[in-house]
């Protein structure tokens, strides 16, 4: 770092040191500036569902942060070393050797994406009539959990429903609420327990490290697996680095490893965590498991050393893997993303908070407290920020969390968000600014807003393609 070589009269000259990110620009690609009548049109034709949106139609993409990062030079270089034969490509071994170095795992499937290795894990361990405890639920996770037979029960902190408590690791498994759904359904019919690393549906919100080994401890007392999602887990060990006391000194590889270390396997989401636009696996430490999920791989995805992608997508993933867990380029990651949640909190815009790892989550519910539930209010903020400036984000509230199957009602979740989701590496500070603009225009805007009517409602995962018209006063 170059701080200690400043002398101390500049730092305190100029009253602030400011970071930066690790890298600089080396190809540009142009994004459409969009009229306010452009808008109008594209929301109408998408049903105020901005997963219905054309890209074309966009100006700054915060839909997700899933497949939309940079990669590097090195991993576009990578690109070029694909071995494209069907069975046994270098690079699949080269992406096996860094997922045991860095995550630490025995044995490595590969898939096309996170929730094909969901498929995978979800119909190799669970029965009928099993239960899966969890710290929140995820929509491709509890729903391949649900296909399979088991029913997910949600087992996080009471902190991680409320927007406003400051708890820093409100990912955290309630050991209490654990141990006493053991007791209730039997540990026999708990086939493992699914931790996430930085709680998507929360807000983001990490796991500590201290959680994850009482975790560990309770689990052995009863022979239960714990199987990690570990889509952002190296975000995730960049908070314990920070907030957790000991660890301010460990490098982020040496922590994710510890973390791992606790659990029997993970399931990824490549197109996360390690800046690839495609990608996953599954890898666990258990052979019999293994041997299931390498059969079945080959039915759904393709070859056990493939799975669903190419020899040169393995090669930019296995860089990725690599980039993800430097120090630098984590604390430029996570900084981005407070930049932008600082600027709301200055206007006092309700986010939760503490900021998380991959995003803001704007608080649906506290900014259109006169929009009931089932009027989908986050549904509506995130047309409205559409509307406003071309920026596209994303509902994770009612209409996220879909049916109850049993009653068929909607579930109603305590979180009614919209998420702001910044992709790595790829938007300036100054796309921050002008979100941050954006989300204060429509919050002045905000009591002038209704709700929505659902008219369209697919049968699963209803959020990525249902269908709303505005209601009128
Ligand atoms: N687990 C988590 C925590 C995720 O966030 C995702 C995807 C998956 C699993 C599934 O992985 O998309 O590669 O099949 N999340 C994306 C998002 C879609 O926008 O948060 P996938």
């Known amino acids: 770092m170059t701080i200690e070589v400043i002398p101390q009269t500049m730092g305190q000259q100029f009253g602030r040191r400011s970071w930066a990110e690790p890298w600089k620009i080396k190809m540009v690609e142009p994004i459409r500036m969009t009229s306010q009548a452009d808008r109008e049109r594209a929301i109408v034709e998408a049903g105020y569902n901005t997963f219905l949106l054309r890209s074309v139609d966009v100006y700054i993409d915060l839909l997700t942060d899933s497949g939309t990062s940079a990669m590097s030079d090195r991993q576009w270089a ?5 071995d494209e034969a069907y069975a046994g490509s270098v690079n699949f071994y080269r992406l096996e050797e860094a997922i045991r170095n860095y995550y630490g795992y025995k044995h490595v499937v590969p898939t096309h994406q996170g929730r094909g ?8 361990v669970i029965k009928q009539g099993d239960t899966i405890p969890g710290n ?37 498994i309630d050991l209490d609420k654990l141990q006493t759904l053991i007791d209730r359904v039997g540990a026999e019919h708990i086939p493992y327990i699914s931790l996430a690393g930085t709680v998507n549906m929360a807000g983001g919100q990490p796991v500590s490290m201290a959680n994850v080994k009482a975790l560990r401890q309770l689990c052995d007392r009863y022979g239960i697996r714990i199987y990690l999602d570990a889509t952002r887990m190296a975000e995730n060990v960049f908070f314990i680095q920070e907030r957790e006391p000991g660890y301010a000194d460990v490098p982020i590889a040496t922590l994710l490893k510890e ?19 495609i990608g996953g696996w599954l890898a666990v430490n258990d052979h019999e498991v293994f041997d299931k999920a390498r059969n079945m791989v080959v039915i759904y995805e393709g070859l056990h050393t493939y799975g669903g992608m190419a020899g040169r997508d393995m090669e930019a993933l296995a860089i990725g893997i690599e980039e993800a867990v430097q120090d630098d380029h984590m604390r430029a990651r996570i900084g981005q993303v407070r930049y932008l949640g600082d600027l709301l909190i200055d206007w006092e815009i309700p986010i939760v908070c503490p900021v998380g790892g991959h995003a803001i989550f704007l608080d649906a519910k506290r900014i259109y407290p006169h929009i009931p539930q089932d009027q989908f209010p986050a549904q509506r903020l995130a047309a409205e920020l559409y509307l406003d400036s071309g920026i596209r984000s994303m509902e994770r509230g009612v209409v996220s969390a879909g049916r109850d199957p049993e009653s068929g009602e909607h579930r109603y979740p305590a979180l009614e968000l919209v998420r702001l989701t910044i992709p790595r590496r790829v938007y300036t500070q100054a796309h ?3 979100t941050a603009e954006a989300v204060k225009a429509i919050y002045d805007d905000r009591e002038r807003t209704r ?16 269908r709303f018209a505005p209601l009128k006063d």
């Not at 659990?263 to 965590?273: E, I, P, Y």
């Not at 709700?451 to 990525?464: Q, S, T």
Request: proline share 3%; glycine share 8%; aromatic share 12%.
């Open 259 to 277: 973390f791992c270390s606790y659990t029997d396997g993970a399931w990824m989401s490549a197109k996360k965590d390690h800046l690839v636009n």
């Open 432 to 434: 921050m600014d002008v």
């Open 117 to 124: 290795a969901e498929h995978l894990i979800s119909q190799a």
């Open 136 to 172: 929140m639920y995820f929509t491709t996770t509890r729903l391949h959990q649900e296909l399979a037979g088991g029913t997910f029960v949600d087992v996080i902190i009471d902190e991680a429903h409320d927007p406003s408590s400051e708890h820093p690791f409100k990912g955290n």
């Open 78 to 82: 990578g690109l070029m070393l694909g």
């Open 451 to 466: 709700g929505l009517e659902m008219v369209y409602e697919p049968e699963y995962l209803r959020f990525f393609q249902a």
